[in-house]
């Protein structure tokens, strides 16, 4: 939820009563307080636990709500009991942002609805007698349709907050059944993205349900909880990581973008083509991750040469040259201590070398190129050909693709030119447009850039 605005105010307060007309008990319901106080208190319990917090854009801010005990609730607890189950937790969970008092209510009246309602479906199908015995696989049916249910709710209410605390759908300045399809469009992607790590937690209330109902009693359902939560902990650490990792990266790309904005977007397209080149090669999901990363930093280096030369209008001089080829190491230095990146500070320092053994900075002949550095030197070249630059407009694929194919064997290795050309013949190139193209900065007959060739003769993406 960001700037709280007025129309946003008054959904939540709706959302806020019709969670009250839900949590309302019914007269002649049969009592159920100790149950009901019991799952509340470990619900409470669960939301307390620090849990760590996460860096980046993207990333939550913690673990999110622990959902195996409120699904528990539902399987096991009348829909007006049920949706008093979230409550204590969500109004004393710690909120960051202002107005606090508001963020607690929305999220223990969205919490309270999704819970009621998930708890109405898994009653109305039947689920609760099914829990007892248990009878499979008729329970787990019951349960997945409270799960969709339980997810329908919370994705329709975030969808309503974020259209109204945000204003998603005023970012479409286009005719209302346009701006309608980009709404829904946003409402089904949360609702996908949420739908499978609810279901794993909503088997785990199951498994608490069913643990609850039998001889052993709720002793026995508490121990569902400890590895369930163990394991969501690893798995928000994993994206804290994960998180902090993709921060490091955009920072040091927007410091070089800065410095270096004439190749402005080359970086992110050089990773983009590295990993369609890694697909193409068999590598495994964790090296293209690492690979695109290299592909993404390959010029990180820029950051300790002189502006004045990366910016400079004439010819460069001998020593000037010498200067800027110092970038794969000024890089691998940078990079040097970023135990994340593994084999892409390799790619970082020896793009630049040739297999003919005419690169920089080390003259590496053949296999003693790293791999990855030999991928990222093609997905170099490729982009540095096919984008539009200040003294030349960008060539066509397929002509980038018959230079690269004429260097290979002497600058590139035939192997990785071979899997690019494979991967666009399936997939096509999609580039983010340049800079100078955006701006229609091409001069038709313009000299070269200094420091930047032409073609791919020197490691194609520039000096």
């Given at each position: 939820?960001?700037?709280?605005?007025?129309?946003?105010?008054?959904?939540?307060?709706?959302?806020?009563?019709?969670?009250?007309?839900?949590?309302?008990?019914?007269?002649?319901?049969?009592?159920?307080?100790?149950?009901?106080?019991?799952?509340?208190?470990?619900?409470?319990?669960?939301?307390?636990?620090?849990?760590?917090?996460?860096?980046?854009?993207?990333?939550?801010?913690?673990?999110?709500?622990?959902?195996?005990?409120?699904?528990?609730?539902?399987?096991?607890?009348?829909?007006?009991?049920?949706?008093?189950?979230?409550?204590?937790?969500?109004?004393?969970?710690?909120?960051?942002?202002?107005?606090?008092?508001?963020?607690?209510?929305?999220?223990?009246?969205?919490?309270?609805?999704?819970?009621?309602?998930?708890?109405?479906?898994?009653?109305?199908?039947?689920?609760?007698?099914?829990?007892?015995?248990?009878?499979?696989?008729?329970?787990?049916?019951?349960?997945?349709?409270?799960?969709?249910?339980?997810?329908?709710?919370?994705?329709?209410?975030?969808?309503?907050?974020?259209?109204?605390?945000?204003?998603?759908?005023?970012?479409?300045?286009?005719?209302?059944?346009?701006?309608?399809?980009?709404?829904?469009?946003?409402?089904?992607?949360?609702?996908?993205?949420?739908?499978?790590?609810?279901?794993?937690?909503?088997?785990?209330?199951?498994?608490?349900?069913?643990?609850?109902?039998?001889?052993?009693?709720?002793?026995?359902?508490?121990?569902?909880?400890?590895?369930?939560?163990?394991?969501?902990?690893?798995?928000?650490?994993?994206?804290?990581?994960?998180?902090?990792?993709?921060?490091?990266?955009?920072?040091?790309?927007?410091?070089?973008?800065?410095?270096?904005?004439?190749?402005?977007?080359?970086?992110?397209?050089?990773?983009?083509?590295?990993?369609?080149?890694?697909?193409?090669?068999?590598?495994?999901?964790?090296?293209?991750?690492?690979?695109?990363?290299?592909?993404?930093?390959?010029?990180?280096?820029?950051?300790?040469?002189?502006?004045?030369?990366?910016?400079?209008?004439?010819?460069?001089?001998?020593?000037?040259?010498?200067?800027?080829?110092?970038?794969?190491?000024?890089?691998?230095?940078?990079?040097?201590?970023?135990?994340f990146l593994g084999e892409a500070r390799s790619a970082i320092l020896h793009h630049h070398e040739r297999l003919d053994g005419s690169g920089y900075p080390y003259g590496l002949v053949g296999a003693q190129i790293p791999e990855f550095a030999r991928v990222v030197a093609v997905a170099d070249a490729f982009d540095?050909?096919?984008?539009?630059?200040?003294?030349?407009?960008?060539?066509?694929?397929?002509?980038?693709?018959?230079?690269?194919?004429?260097?290979?064997?002497?600058?590139?290795?035939?192997?990785?030119?071979?899997?690019?050309?494979?991967?666009?013949?399936?997939?096509?190139?999609?580039?983010?447009?340049?800079?100078?193209?955006?701006?229609?900065?091409?001069?038709?007959?313009?000299?070269?850039?200094?420091?930047?060739?032409?073609?791919?003769?020197?490691?194609?993406?520039?000096?």
């Amino acid at each position: 939820m960001g700037p709280v605005r007025p129309w946003a105010r008054v959904y939540v307060g709706c959302t806020v009563l019709a969670a009250l007309v839900c949590a309302a008990p019914v007269p002649g319901a049969p009592a159920c307080w100790w149950a009901l106080a019991l799952l509340a208190a470990l619900h409470a319990g669960c939301e307390q636990i620090p849990r760590g917090r996460a860096v980046g854009d993207r990333a939550p801010e913690d673990m999110g709500t622990f959902f195996p005990v409120l699904l528990a609730a539902a399987f096991l607890l009348p829909p007006p009991a049920a949706a008093l189950v979230p409550l204590p937790g969500a109004l004393l969970v710690r909120v960051a942002e202002r107005p606090s008092w508001l963020r607690r209510a929305w999220r223990a009246a969205q919490l309270s609805l999704a819970v009621w309602a998930a708890s109405r479906v898994h009653g109305a199908l039947g689920g609760r007698d099914a829990v007892v015995g248990p009878r499979f696989p008729y329970a787990l049916l019951t349960a997945g349709a409270a799960v969709v249910a339980f997810c329908l709710v919370l994705t329709a209410l975030d969808a309503g907050i974020l259209a109204l605390a945000e204003r998603v759908p005023a970012r479409g300045r286009g005719p209302l059944p346009e701006r309608t399809r980009e709404v829904g469009a946003a409402w089904r992607g949360l609702f996908l993205r949420s739908l499978a790590p609810v279901a794993v937690q909503g088997l785990a209330g199951l498994m608490m349900a069913v643990l609850w109902r039998s001889p052993y009693g709720p002793a026995a359902a508490l121990l569902v909880l400890l590895p369930m939560y163990v394991s969501c902990w690893v798995f928000a650490q994993y994206h804290r990581e994960r998180a902090a990792h993709q921060a490091t990266i955009r920072a040091l790309v927007q410091a070089v973008d800065i410095k270096d904005g004439y190749t402005r977007g080359h970086s992110e397209r050089v990773g983009e083509a590295s990993v369609m080149i890694a697909r193409e090669l068999g590598m495994d999901a964790e090296r293209i991750e690492v690979l695109r990363f290299a592909g993404i930093l390959h010029d990180v280096g820029k950051l300790g040469v002189p502006t004045r030369l990366l910016r400079k209008d004439g010819p460069l001089t001998p020593e000037e040259r010498r200067i800027i080829e110092l970038h794969p190491e000024y890089g691998h230095e940078m990079v040097r201590g970023i135990g994340f990146l593994g084999e892409a500070r390799s790619a970082i320092l020896h793009h630049h070398e040739r297999l003919d053994g005419s690169g920089y900075p080390y003259g590496l002949v053949g296999a003693q190129i790293p791999e990855f550095a030999r991928v990222v030197a093609v997905a170099d070249a490729f982009d540095a050909m096919t984008s539009t630059r200040s003294y030349r407009r960008a060539r066509p694929v397929e002509a980038a693709l018959t230079e690269l194919e004429r260097c290979a064997g002497a600058q590139f290795d035939p192997a990785m030119v071979h899997a690019l050309a494979r991967a666009l013949a399936r997939h096509g190139w999609h580039p983010v447009v340049t800079a100078d193209e955006a701006r229609g900065n091409v001069p038709p007959r313009a000299a070269p850039r200094p420091g930047e060739p032409a073609g791919p003769r020197r490691g194609g993406g520039g000096a």
